[in-house]
């Protein structure tokens, strides 16, 4: 299996931009396809992106398609979320989640994925 931890969140104004980053350890990357959610504070965890294993097909949730940017570095056991013009709302607890490849492709809801991180937590003031 597969251990991650996140990493890069923080305080940030509207308009700003953060990174961050999934770190993964106990098993290669590339034997996964790769997800971002969110949680925020009363609210259920939501999907964001959606990275395929070979990091060539990307998918967005509509409320950050053109803000944010997912990416990986499978010889690196990593993968990024890349927020710009970061808005209040995007305001939560960031979670990345691993889903074995075998499993199939795209998948946006959390019970899709087998791993999880502890998540990190961004912060978006007005």
């Known amino acids: 299996q597969v251990q991650l931890v996140e990493s890069g969140g923080g305080l940030v104004q509207a308009g700003g931009s953060l990174r961050l980053s999934c770190a993964a350890s106990?098993?290669?990357?590339?034997?996964?396809?790769m997800g971002w959610f969110r949680q925020a504070p009363g609210k259920e965890r939501e999907f964001v992106a959606h990275v395929m294993w070979s990091g060539t097909t990307t998918y967005y949730a509509d409320s950050v398609k053109g803000r944010f940017t997912i990416s990986r570095d499978n010889a690196a056991n990593m993968m990024f979320l890349q927020m710009n013009w970061l808005k209040p709302e995007d305001t939560g607890i960031y979670y990345c989640?691993?889903?074995?490849?075998?499993?199939?492709?795209?998948?946006?809801?959390?019970?899709?994925?087998?791993?999880w991180g502890q998540g990190t937590q961004v912060t978006v003031s007005s």
């Open positions: 989640a691993a889903r074995d490849k075998a499993k199939g492709s795209l998948v946006v809801v959390t019970s899709g994925y087998d791993y």
């Open positions: 106990g098993r290669t990357l590339s034997t996964y396809n």
